[in-house]
């Protein structure tokens, strides 16, 4: 397939541009083997074991397509029961049961898929309030307890966003704006449900998909929710004179799909994109919401009645991309959210929504200020909410127990969202701003190793033009055996006590050194960052300036003293 490259029309306006949103064109094509493991170990008193997994399905919209080949499932040992049926929502569901099992059972799916996305001007004439909804998709205007628009709070705020919306991607980009501004990723919330992504502003990939499917669904638009797997192959989309990379963890995702009458059904992802999904996407199940949508991963089990004991289950997701074709560019708009999103271009009548714009970098100060302060007040600051010492191959949902005693758990989206930031030619850096003068002691980065070999340290950087410039000092040295070496993501702390560093109100860059061979893992957030949009940043030893940045926040520390004025 040949990709099409398209020239889009820019819109300029006055004010200033501190959107962060952007019109693509171009496209992706990929051949892709993909391979899912599962190793379940039986709890000693287990009677019955139950699997169940979805058959991913061939998917055409006016943007991504995906096209499923060479299925395969295999089981060791063989299972004493399989049985296949398709659910009301159109999954094809395999079951297979093994009984009073004793030793560890394997399952592995085997797919390739052919997946390419095509980002062209779309033409969508759609009317809002839409027009009257199919019989056949009025299940996915529902309200449900996870999706609930019948709450006074979310049906006013999607009346109060689409009050004068006249098309259907109006009303909708109206709310997807919203959300993408209102939320902010955390990894492992309390609740998974519109309502508290609502009153809290927090979530996973569910909670984006909940709160953004009410809100439709509270303005007569059909919504339906998906759940797949994200791949982690990075992709470049050019931007002007840099290079925006995109990159989601490998782990499952839940997304939505928003019915047009004259597009039909088109892919979403609330977390940043409008109209499309990328190719590192497998489709493979939908639903009115994240309950329905349970077959995939699902694992049920019996036992001897009053005895304890749970399955183990590990999860590994690979991906081998044997072909990749990527060439898409961008343009920044003056309007959209602050928060990255990522659109084609669309023909239509809708609002350009004036983005508000952010508080201004504090003032610097003077070297001679800096040095009359004192400085006493214990400060901290950062991205500090992540999951520590979590083991992200092995982590599930808590088992719940029905009346008829079976005990049962489903799939998680719990993703190990982390870049591989040594040995390969890159550095990479995170912005922060201090809004107050302090003195510097620690910089923290979230990381996990691989290896002992060669040493770390973080280099501290100015700021000019939104990339790191002159280098104000270096940490000291650390050695990675110094790290423990256990399952998931911890605080390492670079110190700068010694050299008494007293920095003024602004922006600077903290970024990772290395020397020999260490093989360590950076974790980031997705969503909301904390610092400015385009903070973070990396570079190759080819590369003059640090102009490629990345489309999330790794998580960091800064910590030290702020100063007291008398």
Known sequence: MRIVILILLCLFFPFPCQAENYLLNGGQESKIHYTMTHEVQPSPNTKKLILNYVIPKSFDSCTYKQTIEQFDLDFSPPPDGRSQFVDHRGNEVIEVIWESPRTSVSTKINLVALNSVILKPIETNAPFPTSEVPDTLKDYLKNTPQVDFNNPQILGKARELTASAKTQFDAVQRILTWVVDHMHFIVNPDQ???MYSYETGRGNCQNYSHLSAALMRAVGIP????????????YDIQTGDGIL??????????????????????PFDPQGSELFVSNRFIRVEVGIDNHETE?????????????????????????DFQSDLVKM????????????????????????????LPPPTPKKMKEKELQTLTYSKPFLFGNLDFPENIDFLNVREPAVESPDGVMTVRKNFLAETAEYVTTKGQQYAQTFILKKPIQLEK?????????????????????????PDKLIATSDFISPDQISYTPGYRWIDFFFTDKKIKLSPGRYWAALGFTGSPIVNWFYTYGKPVGPQDGTRYKTIFDSTWSRSLSFEFNYRVAGLSAVYK
């Open 192 to 194: 998974y449900d519109a």
């Open 223 to 234: 919504v339906r929710i998906v759940n797949g797997i994200t791949l982690k192959q990075p």
């Open 245 to 266: 990379t995109m990159k989601m963890a490998q782990s499952r995702h839940s997304w939505i799909e928003v019915y047009f009458p004259d597009l039909s059904w088109v």
């Open 295 to 319: 077959h995939d991963g699902l694992m049920r089990w019996t036992r001897l009645k009053g005895t304890p004991g749970c399955p183990s289950l590990l999860e590994n997701i690979n991906s």
């Open 329 to 356: 560019d961008a343009v920044k708009t003056t309007y959209g959210p602050r928060e990255l999103l990522l659109c084609p271009q669309v023909e239509t009548s809708f609002s350009r929504i004036e983005t508000k």
């Open 443 to 467: 910089i923290g980065l979230v990381l996990h190793k691989f290896s002992d070999e060669g040493q770390l340290w973080v280099e501290l950087y100015q700021d000019k033009n939104g990339m």
